[in-house]
Structures are given as structure tokens and as C-alpha cells.
């Protein structure tokens, strides 16, 4: 059993900056952040290979969303540059013990999200 606890989401003005962390009890293969936003399916937004520290992303966040991790915390980052109202979601951690890191269906612990808020 693997338990994530998400905290750094807010409100914030289009083309701000917000940091999301998710600190997990445990490590596993891979570590993502996915976001869903009222009326919408959830969306994969970034995830990182923890042992290679690989990443992807999701095409509407690439070149502005960075994943990270510091493995000594357990903990993985996603900072969001150049947020767009677009973005407005709840965020939540996950985690997924598949190799591919690609196959979002994959991820079977979450934590309970963070809102995130864009306004124009």
C-alpha cells in the first residue's frame, strides 16, 4: 500500500507559477500527477520513471509543466510556469508499480488532490 499526500495548489493569475509536491510513503516504479477538471475525464498531465528519472508528458503542458523528484524525500515536484486558466483542475499524485510509465490506466494509488485555479 503506497500513501500520497499533495499539497502547493492555490489560485493564481494567468501566466503565474505554482509548485505541487506529493510526498509518498513508499517508492514505486513510477510517479505521475493527473488533473481533472469539473465535467472532464482525467487527464495525465506528467509522470516520471523514479529509477531512471526519466519523464512525459502530456502535449497540453509540455514546455511549461516540469516533473521532479528527490528520491532521499520520497517526494516528486511538478512546477507549472505559464498557467493558463485551462489549467484549472484538482491535481492528484499518483503512483503505479508497471514498468511504462506511459500506460496511465496503470496507476493504482492516489493521493486526494489539490485544487488549482487560473484566473484571466
Known amino acids: 500500500q503506497v500513501q500520497l499526500a499533495e499539497s502547493g495548489g492555490g489560485s493564481v493569475q494567468t501566466g503565474g507559477s505554482l509548485r505541487l509536491s506529493c510526498v509518498a510513503s513508499a517508492r514505486r516504479a513510477c510517479m505521475g500527477w493527473f488533473r481533472q477538471a469539473p465535467g472532464k475525464e482525467r487527464e495525465g498531465v506528467a509522470a516520471i520513471f523514479t529509477g531512471s528519472s526519466g519523464t512525459i508528458y502530456g502535449d497540453s503542458v509540455k514546455g511549461r509543466f516540469t516533473i521532479s523528484q528527490d528520491n532521499a524525500k520520497n517526494t516528486v515536484y511538478l512546477q507549472m510556469n505559464g498557467l493558463k486558466p485551462e489549467d484549472t483542475a484538482m491535481y492528484y499524485c499518483?503512483?503505479?508499480?508497471?514498468?511504462?510509465?506511459?500506460?496511465?490506466?496503470?496507476?493504482?494509488?492516489w493521493g486526494q488532490g489539490t485544487q488549482v485555479t487560473v484566473s484571466s
Open positions: 499518483a503512483a503505479s508499480g508497471f514498468w511504462d510509465c506511459r500506460k496511465w490506466s496503470m496507476y493504482n494509488y
